[in-house]
Structures are given as structure tokens and as C-alpha cells.
């Protein structure tokens, strides 16, 4: 459902336009047709002018827990072709020019941890959870992570989170500079509102080039993407991938 993506612009916060994750019983985990929600919206933001930050959020104790399984395992068991909504989000993120902030829960899995690589200032409560359980899952890392984390916080720990499925507790997140702040929960909220407000503040034209200067070549991002794509794909289509998605979902019968 469409509505387990709520898109608002707060009233008490001009020029900041709010993407939420609203499927709390499923822990905020992403359908396709989220996925296509949160692109159109995250394109949205881009091409209007009157916004100049754009916010991720989630609900309390969850930013969310990644793909939804039952979506990925008919993926997979359909033997589909072409590409999973997801990238077609993971592209909109290349293509924004005006800050993206979050802020973080809970839970972020998968995706949920991946996403934030791409904005410019996280939150995090204190209870939140970063893990990427992608080769747990017989997948492959996704959103050019395998690109950026690295650059991010070197490859022991790069390679913990990607390719060892640890998980990073907020302030272990924070050491490694996936994320900003961490905050109490009651916090995160309204702490990254604020932030979101104070980039929207800020001249539109300095912020995009400053914006820009800083992140890098976004040819570089997307190049990374389509190649973690071919694999992606194959390895969703793949034998183990089944295996892997019907014990998870056995296991949570």
C-alpha cells in the first residue's frame, strides 16, 4: 500500500519536505510499491523549489527493517525479469542535488542502514540498530555501498558491516561516520527537523555547489550501482537466494 509512505511538509519547517516510513506492524519493511512512492516523492522534492531539504524518517523504535522478504522471495521464486523498484530509488538518490537528512529509530536493516550512506547528516537514537544482512541472505551489497562505506570508515570495518553482516550500535555507527548524532530516542525527531530546517535556511545556490563539491562524482555512484545490479539480480534469481528467503520466512513462522 502506497499510504506506508507518508509525504508531508510540516508547516512549523518551510522548505523541508518529510519521506516516512508508515508500516510499523511489518517493522517499516519496503514494498515495491514503497519503493515507487519514495522515488516519486524524493523526485518531487528535487524539482520543486520551494523545498531545500528533504527528511527521511521512520516510526518510533523503526527506520526499517529492509525488503520486505515476502516481495523479494516472489521475486526470486518467479524467476522475474528486469530490476528489483528498489534501484529505481537508489538512481533518485544520485540525481538529488538539495541535502537529504535522516533520522534513525531502531531498527535499520538492509537498505534501511545502505540509505543513509547517500544522505548528508544523519541522527540515530541510542537504541538504534545499523546491520546489512546482505550475504546472510546469499545477496550481494547494494546503493554503491561496496563504493562508499569503504571511503566512509576503511575496509576492516567496511567489510564487518557488508560482507560479515555485524551489526553497528549507534555510537559505533557514529565512530565509523555513517552518521552524525546520536540522540534519545524522544529526540531524533525533532532534532533532525531541526537540522533539515537549518540546511533549508541556508542560500540555495551555496548549498547545491557545496553540496556537490563534497559528495563527488555521482558518474562514479551510479557506475558502482549498476555493476552491484548485474550481481544483485543474478544472485536474487539464484538457488541459494531461495533457500535463503525460505528459511527466513520459515523461521519466522
Known amino acids: 500500500m502506497t499510504d506506508h509512505i507518508e509525504i508531508t511538509r510540516p508547516e512549523t519547517h518551510p522548505g523541508v519536505l518529510v519521506l516516512r516510513f508508515n508500516r510499523p506492524d511489518k517493522k517499516n519493511a519496503i514494498t515495491q510499491a514503497m519503493y515507487q512512492k519514495l522515488t516519486a516523492g524524493l523526485l518531487e522534492g528535487e524539482q520543486d523549489d520551494s523545498i531545500r531539504a528533504i527528511v527521511f524518517l521512520g516510526t518510533e523504535g523503526c527506520f526499517s527493517a529492509g525488503n520486505d522478504m515476502a516481495d523479494f522471495l516472489g521475486f526470486a521464486m518467479a524467476g522475474a525479469v528486469g530490476e528489483p523498484a528498489a534501484f529505481g530509488l537508489l538512481r533518485a538518490l544520485t540525481e538529488v542535488t538539495k541535502p537529504l537528512v535522516s533520522g534513525v529509530d ?6 534501511g542502514t545502505t540509505l543513509h550512506m547517500h544522505c548528508d547528516l544523519t541522527v540515530a537514537s541510542d537504541r538504534s540498530l545499523f546491520k546489512t544482512p546482505f550475504v546472510d541472505l ?7 555501498s561496496s563504493l562508499i562505506a569503504p571511503r566512509i570508515m576503511g575496509h576492516q570495518r567496511a567489510f564487518a558491516m557488508l560482507a560479515a553482516s555485524e551489526g553497528f550500535s549507534a555510537e559505533q555507527a557514529r565512530e565509523a561516520g555513517l552518521i552524525w548524532k546520536v540522540v534519545a530516542p524522544d529526540q531524533v525527531e525533532t532534532e533532525t527537523l531541526k537540522i533539515a530546517s537549518s540546511l533549508a535556511s541556508k542560500p540555495p545556490a551555496a548549498m547545491k555547489i557545496a553540496r556537490a563539491l563534497v559528495k563527488g562524482s555521482a558518474d562514479e555512484v551510479r557506475a558502482r550501482m549498476q555493476e552491484e545490479l548485474v ?3 543474478a544472485q536474487l534469481k539464484s538457488a541459494e537466494a531461495r533457500a535463503a528467503f525460505e528459511a527466513f520466512m520459515k523461521g519466522r513462522g
Open 106 to 111: 531502531g531498527l535499520a536493516i538492509g537498505i
Open 138 to 144: 546469499a545477496l550481494v551489497p547494494e546503493a554503491a
Open 231 to 233: 550481481h544483485f539480480v
